[in-house]
């Protein structure tokens, strides 16, 4: 399978390199990037072309299906590209910069009847919430009643606007917490503060909570800039227990009168399995043509609930997510 790689900034290479090294039968034959030296840099590193815009990327006879890792406001206008040149595509998250703009992805798959777009919300894709969820449905726990979501990032430069922690970041979250509890948003409220006043005004720090719509709870708590690194985790209280998932991958070493463990730096090192996991089962997907991970419904419904995240910071009040009905094409997924 030859792939095109849109957008070659840290995730763009990170699919890159994945496909190119670590999954049998897929080459990445072309990319591009705004930043035609970084676009060269990856391509002699995967063996591919460089091409000078993504439209001639998404219609090249050499690309059979698509990375599309853009900035995130060409998300939505390249997968829907993808869908009308009848390409699969994994699309980075968020996959639009708004409820509707995701929506237009959504209409547009429908249309086709088909679904080519597979949404970066990874999380499903990494072993430790994967443990989570396996116990969840194992029925570990009784019936699951509350998630509770911690993100913590480093410093970002720039420093994200709050509707940017939003859409960039809580969105996987929401999508976790969906995917968790098998269940829908019906309201949000949020609320933040302010970390560093001296460098930004923007709410870096919020918390997040949903009503689902069978009733179960979910709280989210996400930090632009930890101080510390990064870190990411997810306990969900049930009916007859509790499942969180384990503090680190590291070792825990003591030394000196302390005990500590490593922090993970970013996303990259944290999620390295799951990114792989991800790219390889989006591949095999193409090739069955059975969709896996978060779809183009899931996407916009994170979306939505993230645009109700943004209202409810603004205006101090909670905020009703209305979904339509999910079309028949989605029906698969269990939310
Ligand atoms: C980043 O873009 C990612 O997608 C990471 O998974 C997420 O944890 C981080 O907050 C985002 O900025």
């Given at each position: 399978?030859?792939?095109?790689?849109?957008?070659?900034?840290?995730?763009?290479?990170?699919?890159?390199?994945?496909?190119?090294?670590?999954?049998?039968g897929?080459t990445v034959?072309l990319?591009?990037?705004?930043?035609?030296?970084?676009?060269?840099?990856?391509a002699?590193?995967?063996g591919?072309?460089?091409?000078?815009?993504?439209?001639?990327?998404i219609?090249?006879?050499?690309?059979?299906?698509?990375?599309?890792?853009?900035?995130?406001?060409?998300h939505?206008?390249?997968?829907?590209?993808?869908?009308?040149?009848?390409?699969?595509?994994?699309?980075?998250?968020p996959?639009?910069?708004?409820?509707?703009?995701?929506?237009?992805?959504?209409?547009?798959?429908?249309?086709?009847?088909?679904?080519?777009v597979?949404?970066?919300?990874?999380?499903?894709?990494?072993?430790q919430?994967?443990?989570?969820?396996?116990?969840?449905?194992?029925?570990?726990?009784?019936?699951?009643?509350?998630?509770r979501?911690?993100?913590r990032?480093?410093p970002q430069?720039p420093?994200p606007?709050?509707?940017?922690v939003?859409?960039?970041?809580?969105?996987?979250?929401?999508?976790?917490?969906?995917?968790?509890?098998?269940?829908?948003?019906v309201?949000?409220?949020?609320?933040?503060v302010?970390?560093?006043?001296?460098?930004?005004?923007?709410?870096?720090?919020?918390?997040?909570?949903?009503?689902?719509?069978?009733?179960?709870?979910a709280?989210?708590?996400?930090?632009?800039?930890?101080?510390?690194?990064y870190?990411?985790?997810?306990e969900?209280?049930?009916?007859?227990?509790?499942?969180?998932?384990?503090?680190?991958h590291?070792?825990?070493?003591?030394?000196?009168?302390?005990?500590?463990?490593?922090?993970?730096?970013?996303?990259?090192?944290?999620?390295?399995?799951a990114?792989?996991?991800?790219?390889?089962a989006?591949i095999?997907?193409v090739?069955?043509?059975?969709?896996?991970?978060?779809?183009?419904?899931?996407?916009?419904?994170a979306?939505?609930a993230?645009?109700g995240?943004v209202?409810?910071?603004?205006?101090?009040?909670?905020?009703?997510?209305?979904l339509?009905?999910r079309?028949?094409l989605?029906?698969?997924?269990?939310?």
């Open positions: 399978m030859r792939i095109g790689v849109i957008g070659t900034g840290g995730m763009g290479a990170r699919h890159a390199r994945n496909i190119a090294r670590h999954v049998k897929a034959t990319v591009m990037d705004a930043e035609e030296d970084r676009a060269a840099s990856v002699a590193e995967v591919a072309d460089v091409a000078p815009e993504a439209r001639g990327v219609l090249s006879s050499y690309v059979d299906a698509l990375v599309v890792a853009s900035p995130d406001a060409t939505a206008g390249l997968a829907i590209d993808c869908i009308d040149a009848g390409k699969p595509a994994l699309v980075e998250k996959l639009g910069v708004s409820g509707e703009d995701a929506h237009g992805v959504v209409l547009a798959e429908v249309a086709a009847g088909r679904r080519l597979q949404v970066g919300l990874m999380r499903e894709f990494d072993p919430h994967i443990a989570v969820r396996q116990s969840i449905t194992a029925g570990d726990i009784g019936r699951p009643l509350i998630f979501g911690w993100h990032n480093p430069k420093r606007t709050t509707n940017q939003v859409f960039g970041s809580a969105v996987h979250d929401i999508h976790s917490a969906r995917w968790l509890l098998d269940s829908d948003p309201r949000v409220f949020a609320s933040g302010v970390i560093h006043p001296s460098a930004t005004q923007a709410l870096e720090l919020q918390l997040i909570t949903l009503e689902m719509a069978n009733g179960a709870l709280t989210i708590e996400v930090n632009a800039d930890s101080g510390f690194g870190e990411v985790g997810v969900v209280i049930g009916s007859t227990g509790t499942v969180t998932v384990a503090p680190h590291t070792p825990v070493v003591r030394k000196g009168g302390t005990a500590g463990q490593r922090m993970e730096p970013d996303w990259l090192e944290r999620f390295e399995t990114y792989l996991n991800e790219v390889r989006w095999a997907s090739n069955t043509g059975r969709a896996v991970g978060a779809s183009a419904w899931d996407g916009y419904v979306l939505l993230a645009d995240v209202e409810s910071l603004d205006t101090g009040m909670p905020v009703a997510v209305d339509p009905r079309p028949a989605y029906s698969d997924r269990s939310q």
